[in-house]
């Protein structure tokens, strides 16, 4: 079955460290997306990648860091910059890049401060 | 930054009740408006893409209206039964940047 899969679902952050989340999807969609989501608040964009070898920081993008060299892959790391990284992370994909196309979803990694 | 409003925050109902709920975007320079189901435990997952004004979408038991003019799209649920139970995602992208713009989302449950 197609789909995007995040890995781990959990995942724990000593002070100073960086972290990497993984995304990758078998669906052969072209944009993929990274959103934090903070209680109460909706999903905010991090960054998001129209096309392979291309990235555009999103609203959020301060202290994370992304890179696009497979289509079908899409690494999220939260580095040390980043002061208040615990939340829940959703990776996202869509066929193409386009406003009219539905995005499809991971199930998600959530990240806490040890 | 934009701001997409949804309302009520929860909803409690009975099963077998109709309900619905609003999203609210910014009228100008409207694209598209999204909806999403998040059920708990489970990926969002997309319920309608609306674009035009006036449009009306239909999954089941569940419908979408549009409001382009006024920016806002409600969402009905006809009959809700325990399995709508999830949060409810509007979102609205920004044509210039692919950016899309979420609100906080309404949570349902449904009694049985």
């Known amino acids: 079955d197609g789909g995007i899969t995040q890995s781990p679902k959990y995942l724990f952050r000593k002070e100073g460290q960086n972290v990497t989340l993984s995304c990758e999807q078998n669906l052969n969609h072209d944009a993929m997306y990274w959103y934090r989501q903070d209680p109460g608040q909706g999903l905010r964009l991090i960054y998001y990648s129209q096309i392979v070898n291309d990235f555009q920081k999103g609203d959020i993008a301060e202290g994370y860091s992304v890179s696009r060299e497979k289509k079908e892959s899409f690494p999220l790391t939260v580095t040390s910059a980043q002061k208040n990284p615990t939340a829940f992370y959703l990776c996202a994909s869509s066929i193409d890049p386009s406003w009219a196309q539905p995005q499809h979803f991971g199930d998600g990694t959530r990240l806490s401060i040890l | ?112």
């Open chain 2, 1 to 112: 930054i934009l701001n997409v409003e949804q309302s009520p925050q929860s909803l409690h109902v009975q099963e077998g009740d109709s309900t619905n709920f609003t999203c609210s975007f910014p009228s100008s320079n409207f694209y598209a408006l999204h909806w999403y189901r998040w059920e708990t435990a489970k990926s969002p997952e997309a319920l309608f893409v609306m674009t035009l004004n006036g449009d009306e979408k239909k999954k089941g038991r569940i419908s979408a209206t549009l409001n382009t003019k006024e920016g806002y799209s409600y969402l009905y649920i006809k009959g809700s039964q325990p399995e709508d139970s999830a949060t409810y995602l509007c979102a609205f992208p920004l044509y210039n940047f692919n950016k899309f713009y979420f609100g906080s989302g309404t949570k349902l449950n449904v009694k049985p």
